[in-house]
């Protein structure tokens, strides 16, 4: 089995956006500025860390095929990674969102839909890992 870096990354941007909902969460019931500008900052490390996620799953993807990995589990990340995908496009979309000030409710409510999925995704991906 080659050595993989995908799964050494993707907990990066997971950590990161599911921070930053805590710092949502921190801000709705504070109003302090800090927790929406941290909030915003990691939103944009999470895309950083997003980015070299689907590098590295790129550069797992051809040395995976070739060790013999089942069609059934490329199948099955397959549908993983267009969860991560729609994530990751969600979380660009919040930090665009964000750079104009509006009301408590266009903040949140895409915060925690995201929070949901990036949490289902993760969750997905750790039993890919761990049936592989």
Do not use: C, N
């Not at 915003?40 to 950083?48: C, F």
């Not at 969860?83 to 409510?109: H, K």
């Amino acid at each position: 089995m080659p050595f993989l870096y995908h799964p050494l990354v993707v907990h990066f941007p997971v950590a990161l956006w599911l921070t930053s909902f805590l710092f949502d969460l921190l801000y709705l019931r504070r109003k302090e500025a800090f927790f929406a500008r941290a909030s915003g900052a990691l939103i944009g490390l999470g895309l950083l860390a997003a980015a070299v996620s689907i590098v590295s799953g790129f550069m797992d993807y051809r040395p995976l095929v070739a060790a013999g990995v089942g069609q059934a589990f490329i199948d099955q990340h397959r549908v993983h990674s267009l969860m991560a995908y729609a994530s990751t496009l969600l979380y660009l979309v919040i930090l665009l969102i964000r750079r104009r000030p509006r009301s408590t409710t266009v903040y949140v409510a895409p915060a925690v839909i995201a929070a949901v999925l990036i949490a289902i995704t993760g969750y997905l991906g750790g039993e890919i890992r761990r049936v592989m």
